[in-house]
């Protein structure tokens, strides 16, 4: 009996073994299932926008130290007399730009622009507007500038930028420097200013002479020459 109680013991053990291995196993099984079915969400950089780009930028170039870019126009200027303006950058102005933008892991090319704009105003560039900034210690563009219009006007000097990113490359053309400007009207001479205040009054002078002439002197000299 003894042996018989034993061999049912033994029996009862092995099958409790056997029951808890695989229940444990189809637990991580279940796991394992639930570790496979899942994957963390995507986060896709957003596409870099130009508006970004041109925010960044203009942070930046107002963070600059004043000597970096160089604009002094004429204070005063005179209506349709061509004169000639300057607009010089540093060496160290793209050093200072690359600093900054070197969180973002943006950079920009040593290749600049610059060009002059404003209202009431005729451009014509004297000098190459593409140079590269850093090659000397001033980097110079000139132009010649004519005012169309009398009176306080503005000049303004923007940088052309060809900034490269993990998104691709984006050339930016931002305004830098503004500057006032007065445009005074262009001085006549004494003669040509008389005729420029009271050519009415002498047009009128000289139609009534004429009428005079028509009417009065002529049927006078016909008359002289019958008698």
């Known amino acids: ?24 196993c189809n637990k991580g099984k ?30 930046v170039l107002a963070g600059l130290p004043e000597n970096m870019i160089q604009f002094f126009p004429p204070p005063t200027m005179t209506m349709n007399e061509k004169i000639g303006a300057e607009a010089r950058m540093a060496r160290p102005l793209l050093e200072n730009i690359n600093r900054a933008l070197l969180t973002k892991d943006w950079k920009v090319d040593a290749l600049v622009g610059a060009h002059l704009s404003g209202d009431n105003f005729e451009f014509r560039s004297t000098g190459p507007e593409d140079q ?36 691709g490359a ?41 009428i005079v002439a028509i009417l009065v002197i002529e049927p006078s000299n016909k008359a002289n020459k019958k008698t």
């Open 30 to 59: 279940r796991v394992m299932s639930a570790t496979a079915q899942y994957s963390a969400p995507s986060r896709a950089k957003a596409p870099l926008t130009e508006a970004a780009v041109t925010e960044v930028l203009q942070k």
């Open 132 to 167: 590269m900034v850093g090659s000397q210690e001033l980097t110079a563009w000139t132009w010649d500038v004519t005012p169309l219009a009398a009176g306080p006007q503005i000049l303004k000097l923007n940088m052309t930028l060809r900034v490269v990113t993990a998104s």
């Open 1 to 24: 009996m003894n042996k018989i109680f034993r061999s049912v013991g033994t029996l009862l053990i092995f099958v409790l073994v056997v029951g808890l291995g695989t229940t444990a």
């Open 170 to 210: 984006q050339y930016k053309a931002l305004p830098v420097l503004e500057r006032q400007v007065q445009v005074l009207e262009k001085r006549s001479g004494g003669f040509l200013k008389f005729l420029q205040e009271f050519w009415m009054w002498i047009l009128g002078v000289v139609l009534v002479a004429g």
